[in-house]
């Protein structure tokens, strides 16, 4: 078999040029895992490289083990027994660890400390550091912990600390923790490359028995490296320089966790006598899409030059159409309907993708999807309803209703905390259980019954009731929106999920989550159906139990619904991108940053992950916190040079459209 048939010349060149460090950019859909798994075929049976002189590195597992199957496909499965090193970074850190561990103090049979055995760990830590884990949530001080171990330079930064306490207490605490990981004889994550990196440089013995061993190394996704890594693919490359990365810098959106688009970028500066070659012919997508993508994504300043181009020509009911729609809801509506026009000629819904940008604007697709009886999975994110925030607010909701719902009291009592701690919440449950009451009903109660609780239990316990009477109170007299704004704000959820998420962004993303709750009591049909607010939340707290029951027959039978930093590396014959509005795609925390380019990046990544359909959706109106503002639409729009003429849909009578924009205003 000639391993580099049915290559094209850009990808056959790149599997050929063995030597030396080569940078190849590889474009969506150009056949960027077929060009590095046969370049080990070709260095298997063409150059006659031992396999355990082969280093290939990539991101996860699942890419890990579908490259090498690749691989021994391609070869007639001759490499199943050989030592080939196709892995991980983290499980390549780990490899050498357990062979030089001692060279940081370790014993080769070192444990990996999950982040629940790292945040127990880190409390004692803290505890005997008189850090304070009340003001100081140690989730995220362990991410705090984690950055600055990736990223020194901002422990050494006066400025940077004195605008973010947790790094200051994360700085304080590195030392004293890192000193009681070892004492447990364990490494996290970041130290099974970190130390490898550390052991490699300062270890010259060490670094040539690798750098000999690993003659070729290849390395996937390298715009998603970050700066660990890098140093770890350096020094091991620094023998023999045959370093081979393939990467597309377009397609970096993970700067938010550490990736550093530069690597890719610099990459020719880094490495002398680089060579680079582009692989820009597109094999997934037609060419109306392609081009769009294109005209996007070269708005860009920080980037290779490149342009893509396909052979594969727009057929009818093919390309892009933008769709314009009055809001959220509209367009979940829309959605569904296109949908089941193509289930009706026989599509698969798995090759259906709705593409959102943030992890809200799932909910009205899961509500739409329902109604319309359309199977869906979630990927990269959680269904709405099962969001920690949201089940949160709900058993609020259920014991204001039911006060006999001993479950959500429990998940509540103590949350935001308020010194409820485990021993109260047991004595609480066992003394009503022994006076046949309710533990709620009981805690109302509870200064009739002092003796077993200490006055500080006494006092906490009354926090919490006079929180639920209020409550009780307001429920009585408000309208649904208002009073979720109510509960939302008098239980300072949205405080402790600041001071408790690893970080800014995941922190917006749950507050966005909220904001999406009291959009969907604003919404709900219920809010029409002349009930009392009690009612009504009795009622919209059953229809949430009914939606989450009954799970998809199949995953492959099912529609995806998927964040767009999750699709990177799928496709779909159809895709539909909703939300594409100013604060939308781009997102408003972006504009706000001006970190418009990894936006750009993002909705380049969307819109390439369809083959056939590509459905761009603009909502004229959405909601926040139950209030309706207009939006205009998406500067991607433009950018990519879409044909509005050609490509937008039959547009609604815009009268209806007024129409019901100033009815939502007036509802709301």
Not at 510 to 517: G, K, L, Q
Not at 567 to 575: H, N, Q, R, S
Request: hydrophobic residues 40%.
């Amino acid at each position: 078999m000639n391993v580099i048939s049915g290559l094209n010349s850009q990808q056959a060149k790149a599997v050929k040029s063995t030597e030396g460090p080569i940078l190849v950019f590889a474009g969506a859909g150009s056949g960027k895992t077929r060009v590095l798994t046969y370049r080990i075929a070709y260095l298997l049976k063409e150059k006659k490289v031992p396999p355990e002189n082969i280093l290939a590195v990539t991101f996860t597992n699942k890419a890990a083990k579908e490259m090498k199957g690749r691989v021994c496909s391609l070869l007639n499965d001759t490499l199943l027994t050989t030592p080939l090193t196709i892995s991980t970074f983290h499980a390549l850190g780990l490899k050498i660890l357990k062979r030089e561990a001692s060279k940081v103090g370790y014993s080769s049979n070192f444990v990996i400390f999950t982040p629940y055995e790292q945040s127990e760990l880190l409390k004692r830590v803290m505890k005997e550091e008189n850090v304070s884990t009340e003001r100081f949530s140690p989730k995220v001080i362990l991410s705090a912990v984690s950055k600055i171990k990736n990223n020194p330079d901002i422990a050494d930064d006066p400025a940077f600390l004195i605008k973010n306490i947790n790094f200051s207490v994360a700085k304080k605490i590195l030392d004293p923790f890192n000193k009681a990981m070892l004492l447990s004889g364990a490494m996290d994550f970041d130290d099974l490359i970190l130390k490898t990196v550390y052991i490699l440089k300062e270890n010259p013995e060490v670094l040539e028995k690798y750098s000999q061993k690993f003659k070729y190394i290849l390395v996937d996704e390298y715009q998603d490296t970050n700066f660990a890594q890098f140093e770890l693919i350096k020094l091991l490359s620094s023998r023999h320089q045959n370093i081979f990365v393939v990467g597309d810098d377009d397609q970096s959106i993970y700067g938010w966790r550490g990736a550093r688009v530069e690597n890719i970028l610099n990459f020719q500066k880094e490495f002398s006598n680089c060579k680079t070659i582009k692989l820009e012919q597109n094999y997934r997508s037609v060419a109306d899409i392609v081009e769009s993508a294109g005209r996007l994504i070269s708005k860009n300043c920080s980037r290779m030059k490149k342009t893509s181009f396909t052979n594969i020509k727009v057929k009818e009911n093919e390309g892009i159409k933008v769709i314009e729609k009055p809001d959220e809801n509209s367009e979940a509506e829309f959605v569904s309907k296109e949908i089941l026009k193509m289930m009706d000629i026989l599509t698969k819904p798995s090759e259906i993708a709705v593409i959102i940008r943030a992890n809200y604007q799932s909910k009205p697709f899961e509500m739409s999807f329902r109604h319309y009886s359309i199977p869906y999975i979630m990927i990269g994110g959680q269904k709405f309803y099962e969001n920690k925030e949201i089940k949160d607010i709900v058993a609020y909701l259920r014991i204001i209703v039911n006060p006999y719902d001993e479950i959500s009291l429990r998940r509540i009592i103590n949350y935001p905390p308020r010194k409820i701690g485990s021993s109260t919440q047991e004595k609480l449950l066992n003394i009503s259980k022994a006076q046949k009451k309710p533990p709620l009903l009981f805690l109302l109660q509870i200064d009739k019954y002092p003796d077993g609780f200490t006055p500080e239990q006494i006092s906490a316990l009354n926090q919490f009731k006079d929180l639920y009477l209020n409550l009780s109170n307001l429920i009585k007299k408000l309208s649904p929106v208002q009073f979720a704004k109510d509960l939302v704000s008098s239980i300072a959820i949205e405080d402790e999920i600041k001071k408790s998420s690893e970080s800014e962004t995941i922190a917006r993303i749950r507050v966005e989550n909220i904001d999406a709750f009291i959009n969907s009591v604003a919404t709900d049909p219920l809010n029409n159906a002349g009930y009392d607010t009690v009612s009504f939340y009795n009622s919209f707290i059953n229809s949430i139990a009914l939606m989450q029951s009954g799970e998809e027959e199949t995953k492959n039978n099912s529609v995806n619904i998927i964040t767009a930093h999750s699709a990177k590396g799928l496709e779909f014959d159809t895709v539909f991108i909703p939300g594409f509005y100013q604060g939308g795609m781009p997102n408003s925390l972006a504009i706000e940053e001006g970190n418009i380019e990894e936006e750009r990046r993002l909705a380049y990544v969307a819109m390439t992950r369809a083959k056939k359909r590509l459905f761009i959706i603009i909502p004229h109106s959405v909601s926040h916190r139950g209030n309706i503002r207009a939006v205009k639409p998406s500067v991607f729009l433009n950018e990519a040079g879409v044909d509005t003429e050609k490509h937008t849909g039959i547009p609604e009578d815009p009268l209806k459209m007024l129409d019901e924009m100033l009815k939502k205003i007036r509802d709301a």
